[in-house]
């Protein structure tokens, strides 16, 4: 009797616990003027998911592209194979990079 009680408890515990959001961490990046930076973005799963990671807003000085999906550009929603991102400073006509300060994006697990 003690070992179906068990399994009766841990089938219940499993269907209640299942259900947790993976998390995404908030990342920064520091780079040198005039390069592009490559962006390593951090998520967790309690359950060991195999996680997405998905763009929700953009940049407003630069681009990003997908390192691991040939430097694809992303859009926003658009989502990643892996978990780096390479932000592109925007360039004038010459491909001189033209920003240098501050900047972010939001992202999603």
Known sequence: MRKILFSLLFLFSGLVFSQT???AADVSAAHFKDTNGL??????????????YTIVT????????DPNNS????SAGGSLTGNSVTFVPH??????????GTNSFT???
């Open 21 to 23: 959001k993976p998390i």
């Open 39 to 52: 962006i390593h973005l951090v998520g967790s799963d309690s359950e060991f998911h195999a996680l997405t």
């Open 58 to 65: 953009l940049p407003t000085h630069g681009t990003l592209k």
């Open 71 to 74: 430097d694809a550009v992303i």
């Open 91 to 100: 360039s004038d006509e010459n491909h001189k990079y033209i920003f240098s």
């Open 107 to 109: 992202y999603k697990v």
